[in-house]
């Protein structure tokens, strides 16, 4: 079955560490995106993709970046982690830039102490 | 600026009834909207997509539906049991902002046995 999956799902850093949350999915999406989810914000948009090559930015993109280098993977950096980017962070990709369907990966926990 | 409401925030039925999850947007200018389920410590679940030119969409005990002139959808859910426990969370496609879904901040759900 295809699939998205994310690594770590669990993962511990320390302030202004680089850290990368990977995503990887075998759908052939050509869109994916970034999303984190904290109790009281629920999801906010952080990076997406259209396309390889393509990256874009969401609502809440400061001190994180994405490269598309191929069609499965959009891997997300934390250029120099904060404690305020402590969340679970998820990893999304559809087909059809406006009426595809969503689909979601476990999600990576991330603790910046 | 679009917003996503839904009521109640948590809910606790007996084991069997029918019931139903509400979900309202501010703005009807809408692609489409996306129900789906999210277990805890787990990733986002789609349910059910309805595009903006339909009424309804239906899968297995559970049926959407979208009245998007007054800015409502409902989730029903048919005969609930325990494995229906979760949090249900509905997010509409902007037009002008397409890249991303608005998600609501969900109604967890507890079916008691």
């Known amino acids: 079955d295809a699939e998205i999956t994310q690594s770590p799902r669990h993962k511990i850093t320390e302030t202004g560490r680089q850290v990368t949350l990977a995503c990887h999915q075998t759908?052939?999406?050509?869109?994916m995106f970034w999303y984190r989810q904290d109790l009281g914000h629920g999801l906010r948009l952080i990076h997406y993709s259209y396309g390889v090559q393509d990256t874009n930015k969401g609502e809440v993109s400061d001190g994180y970046s994405v490269s598309r280098s191929n069609t499965e993977d959009l891997p997300l950096t934390l250029e120099s982690a904060a404690s305020s980017q402590t969340s679970v962070y998820f990893c999304?990709?559809?087909?059809?830039?406006?009426?595809?369907?969503?689909?979601f990966g476990e999600g990576s926990r991330l603790t910046v102490l | 600026k679009q917003e996503v409401t839904q009521i109640p925030a948590a809910l606790s039925v007996p084991e069997g009834e029918n019931l139903v999850l509400n979900c309202s947007f501010t703005?009807?200018?809408?692609?489409?909207l996306q129900w789906f389920r999210q277990d805890p410590g787990k990733g986002l679940t789609s349910l059910l997509l309805i595009q903006s030119s339909q009424r309804e969409q239906t899968s297995g005990r559970l049926n959407a539906s979208l009245d998007k002139s007054s800015g409502r959808s409902t989730l029903y859910i048919a005969a609930s049991q325990p494995g229906d426990s979760a949090t249900y969370l509905c997010?509409?496609?902007?037009?002008?902002?397409?890249?991303?879904?608005?998600f609501g901040s969900g109604t967890r759900l507890l079916v008691r046995p």
């Open positions: 703005d009807s200018a809408i692609y489409n």
């Open positions: 997010a509409v496609r902007p037009v002008d902002s397409s890249y991303k879904l608005i």
């Open positions: 999304a990709s559809s087909e059809g830039q406006f009426f595809g369907e969503l689909f």
């Open positions: 759908w052939n999406h050509n869109n």
